[in-house]
T-cell receptor, first 113, second 113 residues
Framework: ETGVTQSPTHLIKTRGQQVTLRCSSQSGHNTVSWYQQALGQGPQFIFQYYREEENGRGNFPPRFSGLQFPNYSSELNVNALELDDSALYLC????????????FGPGTRLTVT | RKEVEQDPGPFNVPEGATVAFNCTYSNSASQSFFWYRQDCRKEPKLLMSVYSSGNEDGRFTAQLNRASQYISLLIRDSKLSDSATYLCVVSLGGGTSYGKLTFGQGTILTVHP
């Protein structure tokens, strides 16, 4: 096990609602990255947080936002949910100095109806 | 053109077979290369890093050709437990791209008795 935890495991929301997903990073890691994985696709980078600041963002609209807390845990917030937001949301923790070695949590499966 | 493209698959092979996966990437500035394995409805896990000199880990051999922007993974003596989706992953490294992993769409491998 990687030591990265995510909650909740599964979630069902209605279009237009807002959702918050949570991630606890592996002990000693200071960086959290979030990815969206649609069915049958590889994960896509949403953004990365380091020292409580956004440190890089993929091609996602502003309604995808995040936070990192002093203990390095993180939240992903999605506003105005759309049907296409249905996906597995993965967080990965790492050390900034070794950000290419990322350890993934089990993911949150979000279904938007 | 996708940043990382993999053989579409799926691959269906008998136990003991040798199977090869191919991947190409579009950004010549890419610095780090990996193969991840993802079991059904689970998180991706790092299988191995890929180096220009080629590297081997037991039954698995990875190769990188920077000139052709091509990455490969060879699995010898396939086992039933090798059944999974194999993801080709590339990272630019450095600056705000640090830690952004770009995934291919994945290739499904099924090993049958």
């Amino acid at each position: 096990e990687t030591g990265v935890t995510q909650s909740p495991t599964h979630l069902i929301k209605t279009r237009g609602q807002q959702v918050t997903l949570r991630c606890s990073s592996q002990s000693g890691h200071n960086t959290v990255s979030w990815y969206q994985q649609a069915l049958g696709q590889g994960p896509q980078f949403i953004f990365q947080y380091y020292r409580e600041e956004e440190n890089g963002r993929g091609n996602f609209p502003p309604r995808f936002s995040g936070l990192q807390f002093p203990n390095y845990s993180s939240e992903l917030n999605v506003n105005a949910l759309e049907l296409d937001d249905s996906a597995l949301y993965l967080c990965a923790s790492s050390l900034m100095e070794q950000s290419y070695e990322q350890y993934f949590g089990p993911g949150t499966r979000l279904t938007v109806t | 053109r996708k940043e990382v493209e993999q053989d579409p698959g799926p691959f269906n092979v008998p136990e003991g077979a040798t199977v090869a996966f191919n991947c190409t990437y579009s950004n010549s500035a890419s610095q780090s290369f990996f193969w991840y394995r993802q079991d059904c409805r689970k998180e991706p896990k790092l299988l191995m890093s890929v180096y220009s000199s080629g590297n081997e880990d037991g039954r698995f051999t990875a190769q990188l050709n920077r000139a052709s922007q091509y990455i490969s993974l060879l699995i010898r003596d396939s086992k039933l437990s090798d059944s999974a989706t194999y993801l080709c992953v590339v990272s630019l490294g450095g600056g705000t791209s640090y830690g952004k992993l770009t995934f291919g769409q994945g290739t499904i491998l099924t090993v049958h008795p």
